[in-house]
């Protein structure tokens, strides 16, 4: 059994920063990418940013140049370095892997909020 354990989420002020960390541990075979998605109230869940294991990163519109996502292949852990972060960052933050078979993991979320 896979798990995906998020962690890092919080309260911040506009312009602030927050880490997200995602730690997977399980049997989990041949990872194609790890990522983060998010889900704002009353809107459906989007792609943050993902990374794959052959090292493409694709980022989202809304957060390139302001997020930064990386990976510690050796403790199969994934990271988002957020900064200047807005009122519209407010979401909960969900860590995903994607493997080669074709299966995908989730995790259940961390509470993003951005707001004086």
């Known amino acids: 059994q896979v798990q995906l354990v998020e962690s890092g989420g919080g309260l911040v002020q506009p312009g602030g920063s927050l880490r997200l960390s995602c730690a997977a541990s399980?049997?989990?075979?041949?990872?194609?990418?790890m990522g983060w998605y998010r889900q704002a109230p009353g809107k459906e869940r989007e792609l943050v940013a993902t990374?794959?294991?052959?090292?493409?990163?694709n980022y989202a519109d809304s957060v390139k140049g302001r997020f930064t996502i990386s990976r510690d292949n050796a403790k199969n852990t994934v990271y988002l370095q957020m900064n200047s972060l807005k009122p519209e960052d407010t979401a909960v933050y969900y860590c995903?892997?994607?493997?080669?078979?074709?299966?995908?993991?989730w995790g259940k979320g961390t509470l993003v909020t951005v707001s004086s």
């Open positions: 990374r794959h294991e052959i090292g493409q990163i």
């Open positions: 399980g049997s989990i075979l041949s990872i194609n990418r």
């Open positions: 995903n892997i994607f493997t080669w078979n074709g299966i995908n993991y």
